[in-house]
């Protein structure tokens, strides 16, 4: 399937929206490095709210979707009430929610004219965090104990600036730049194979896709599933 | 006020119930997914049905020319009425027609066919009708006559005798008072437009028509109808500040023509209700806001329940402004076609059609 225009601004039938770029190509590149073909557009909506509005609003589109993905962050709020606050801003569309969002992530089936809704709380449907946890599950541990102790390294000598809630972010981008070509988004490492993508979470992540989705898997990916 | 509305084997309907309708109501929907034939059901509906309002609705869409002949039983009726049925097709007696419905039960109206036997008293020299059970009816039976007819309540009113040659049929009974007005998609005739503004020249609600004007042009101060001697109708000057003399009000353009028609319609219809096709045309984008703003107030103030379409995302944004103001008097939907042709309402709450309007997701 190939897509016109901004990478992270594609529409159709089966959408999965993301909060943001950063999310868009984590997404895409997990995709590449797996070799799943991509049946589905992903759009990035800038901010959580717009990602709840734009859900809300395509539910009813006259396009009539098929399938409606959501990826959040739960950085602050936790998996838990982000799954309330989606199930209170989609509670006109009459979906069935389970009571709490499942580990393995959301799969809801649609009603006749309501698309099949995933939803998938970063990192992990369980902990506080964003796509920056994810990610730095995916790095090395003893990798990411060095950038650890320079991010921490920073902090101390009142270098490193940001906000608390933005560590995993530092850390994340903190090891980009030191790689082969720093700065590289972490979605073309991973898709590059530079990083892994089958650590449990990617893995679940991927599952959750491909059920959502209805793709094409490999043995292997089954396998583990089950 | 209607609080909810259902149509079944009207024009495209097979049938539709659209709950939840609010003061102020805009319908979307792609061409021929209904929104012109929903106003006219609500038109139909709040006018009772009456001859005159059937007449209205084919005469408008240029269906009087007696097309298809059909049958009756075994009698041709070529009647252009059919056009407002379901498929094209009167009913057949004993059939289902047109049904009409709102929350209220006792308003449900069902329009169908039922045949009469003429029982003439030699004595008194009158004549009667006797309803005759749909069953066994011989229609070509001289004394055996067809009337397309409303029931309501368990009253049946005979609208127009069928199966006569020429048209108009002649009506049975004459129309209720003005409940409700129409904005056509195209401009209103000029001695309408007339008559609109005797209706409420010299009372206060010449002040409201006035200051929608305004909203286009503030120049505008005063409007009059003139005699335009060359065409034997009435045409509207307005007076402005900008130059000497007065100036007609079409030549300031399609939005003054448009919105002097819609709140003009609005004011005359006191605790009835305005229909709009096409609510945007002539109107330019960065005045809908304040047109729909002008419209939920006067509506609220008169107690007029207002119908509009648009094809606009233009409109539908500036609605939605407007019904944010007003968060209790507003209802949104959409006629969308399903995959058997079928037409399905979908509504939109506020917060929903805020959503779709603030992240450019398509409503139309």
């Known amino acids: 399937m190939s897509f016109q225009g901004d990478r992270c601004a594609e529409e159709g039938s089966r959408v999965l929206l993301v909060e943001g770029k950063d999310d868009c190509h984590v997404v895409r590149g997990l995709l590449r490095s797996r070799k799943i073909e991509r049946t589905f557009g992903i759009f990035a909506c800038e901010s959580y709210e717009g990602l709840l509005s734009r859900a809300n609003a395509l539910v009813l589109a006259p396009t009539e979707l098929q399938t409606l993905g959501l990826v959040l962050d739960a950085n602050l709020v936790g998996p838990a009430a982000r799954w309330q606050a989606i199930r209170d801003k989609l509670k006109r569309h009459d979906y069935d929610f389970p009571r709490s969002l499942p580990t393995e992530g959301a799969v809801v089936p649609g009603k006749s004219h309501t698309p099949r809704l995933g939803v998938w709380v970063m990192p992990d449907n369980h902990s506080k965090g964003s796509v920056e946890d994810f990610c730095l599950q995916l790095i090395d541990e003893k990798d990411l104990d060095v950038v650890r102790e320079a991010v921490q390294l920073g902090k101390d000598r009142k270098v490193a600036q940001f906000k608390r809630v933005h560590k995993s972010k530092a850390l994340v981008h903190t090891y980009l730049a030191w790689q082969d070509e720093p700065g590289k988004p972490m979605g073309q490492n991973i898709a590059g194979g530079r990083l892994p993508s089958d650590t449990p979470t990617a893995m679940s992540f991927v599952q959750w896709l491909a059920r959502l989705f209805e793709l094409e898997t490999s043995r292997d990916e089954e396998t583990s599933h089950a | ?364």
């Open chain 2, 1 to 364: 006020m209607l609080k909810s509305f259902s149509i079944a084997r009207f024009r495209l309907f097979r049938s539709l119930e659209v709950s939840s309708l609010g003061r102020v109501n805009l319908l979307v929907g792609k061409n021929n997914s209904g929104k012109s034939a929903f106003l006219e059901a609500v038109q139909l509906f709040a006018e009772r049905a009456s001859p005159h309002s059937l007449w209205d609705l084919v005469s408008v869409r240029e269906e009087t020319w007696s097309g298809r002949i059909e049958i009756i039983g075994n009698e041709e009726v070529g009647s252009p009425i059919r056009h407002l049925f379901r498929e094209h097709q009167l009913p057949g007696l004993g059939d289902q027609g047109i049904v009409l419905g709102s929350d209220q039960d006792e308003d449900e109206i069902h329009i169908c066919t039922v045949a009469y036997r003429r029982l003439h008293d030699e004595e008194e020299d009158v004549s009667r009708l006797e309803r005759l059970e749909p069953e066994g009816v011989e229609i070509s039976d001289p004394e055996v006559e067809v009337y397309l007819v409303a029931e309501n309540g368990g009253r049946t009113r005979r609208l127009m005798k069928l199966a006569e040659s020429g048209w108009p049929p002649r009506a049975v009974r004459m129309p209720v008072p003005k409940k409700v007005r129409v904005v056509p998609t195209r401009s209103m005739l000029t001695h309408e437009v007339a008559d609109l503004w005797d209706l409420i020249g010299l009372t206060p609600l010449e002040e409201e028509v006035l200051a929608g004007l305004k909203l286009i042009d503030e120049s505008i101060e005063d409007v009059a109808f003139v005699e335009d001697r060359g065409r034997g109708s009435r045409m509207p000057l307005v007076r402005t500040t900008k130059f000497d003399e007065p100036v007609p009000l079409n030549s300031m353009g399609d939005g003054v023509s448009r919105l002097f028609q819609i709140v003009l319609a609005l004011a005359n219809v006191e605790d009835g209700i305005l229909l709009v096709d096409e609510f945007e045309n002539g109107l330019h984008w960065s005045i809908q806001p304040r047109v729909w703003e002008t419209v939920f107030r006067l509506a609220s103030k008169l107690n007029v329940q207002v119908f509009a379409t648009t094809h606009s995302r233009d409109c539908v944004e500036a609605f939605h402004s407007a019904w944010q103001e007003n968060p209790d008097s507003g209802a949104f939907f959409r006629l969308s076609l399903d995959d058997q042709g079928e037409v399905r309402p979908v509504a939109y709450d506020l917060e929903t059609l805020g959503d779709a309007v603030d992240t450019r997701v398509e409503v139309r």
